[in-house]
């Protein structure tokens, strides 16, 4: 069992950044893919970001190709979500999730642990 939670999100405004945080609990965590999705309104949830187990490799959405950054640290359990040049299409609440698969396998229903998710409003 993994629990997942996140921190960080908050107002920013358009162009500034934010820095998103997940710590998950568990003896494996080194050994999960882990990932950051978002949902704004009536819309699905979407993959943001991802990155294996050992932090070699990393997914991103093209909506925020070069201006998010996933990393990990598996000594402290965590990852992060650096978030640059923000936009207000990027208005959303923002999940991280840990997945027994590898990072080929990008859609949620691969995701087997949530956090609870944090909000992030980006204003024009």
């Known amino acids: 069992q993994v629990q997942v939670v996140e921190s960080g999100g908050g107002l920013a405004q358009a162009g500034g950044s934010l820095r998103l945080s997940c710590v998950a609990s568990g003896r494996t965590f080194s050994s999960y893919t882990m990932g950051w999705f978002r949902q704004a309104p009536g819309k699905e949830r979407d993959i943001v970001a991802a990155i294996n187990w050992s932090g070699s490799s990393t997914y991103y959405a093209d909506s925020v190709k070069g201006r998010f950054t996933i990393s990990r640290d598996s000594a402290n359990n965590a990852v992060y979500l650096q978030m640059n040049s923000l936009k207000p299409e990027d208005t959303a609440v923002y999940y991280c999730?840990?997945?027994?698969?590898?990072?080929?396998?990008?859609?949620?229903?691969?995701?087997?642990?949530w956090g609870q998710g944090t909000q992030v409003t980006v204003s024009s």
């Open positions: 999730a840990a997945s027994q698969r590898s990072l080929a396998y990008s859609g949620s229903r691969y995701y087997d642990y």
